[in-house]
C-alpha cells in the first residue's frame, strides 16, 4: 500500500525506510520537496525560503492538534511539556503547621523605684509610687532625692502571649519527575507518495 506524503507512522525497526524521513526535526530543501512543504510549511522549523523542518518526535508524544474539552489549545507543530518539575510554595494547597508551646510559671525579683514624695497623680505614666498612697492618686509626680526602692518576690503566673515567627524550614527542592510511562519506538514521516486531497 502506498501512503500518503507527509503521513507519520510509528515502526518497530531500527533503520528508516525507503521514501521515509526519520522524525527528528530535520532542515531539508524546498526546492527538492516542494511537494511535502506545501504541505507542512514551516510548521516544524525552517525559514521558509530555502528549508523547511520535518516533525521532531524524538522524546516526546504525539497530540492531536485542536481544543479539547477543559484542555488548553494545541497547534500544528507546537511543542509542550518538561519532563521535571520543581514545585514550590505556591503550588501547595493553603494550610497550616501546628506549634505546641507549653507555659509555665516563672519566680522572679523585681526592684521598684519609688518616690518619698506625697502622692498626687493618678495618671502612671511618668510617674512613680509614692508616699501616702490614696484609692484614686497613688503616684507622685516627682522622685525625691535620695530616691526609695522596694525588693520583692514576684510570682508571675503563666500568661497567654501571641508569638511572631516560622517553623523550620525543610526539603531540598528536588524536581518532581512528571514524565507517563512510555517504549520507544521509530515514527518515520512519509516523503514520496500520494499527495493527500481535503475531504
Known sequence: MEAFLSMITAFGCNFTIRNWAYCGGALVAINQNTAMFSLLGTAFGGDGRTTFGLPDLRGRSPSNYGTGPGLAPVTIGQKGGVEDVTLTSLNLPSHFHTVNITGTTM?????????TDNASV???DGAYLGTGVGPTRPYASTLSSPAGTMS???????QSVQIAGNTGSTGANTEVYTRS???????????FGIYPSRN
Open 107 to 115: 519566680a522572679a525579683t523585681a526592684d521598684l523605684v519609688v518616690s
Open 122 to 124: 493618678q495618671d502612671p
Open 152 to 158: 520583692d518576690v514576684v510570682n508571675m503566673p503563666a
Open 181 to 191: 510511562p512510555y517504549q520507544g519506538v521509530n515514527y518515520q514521516i512519509c516523503m
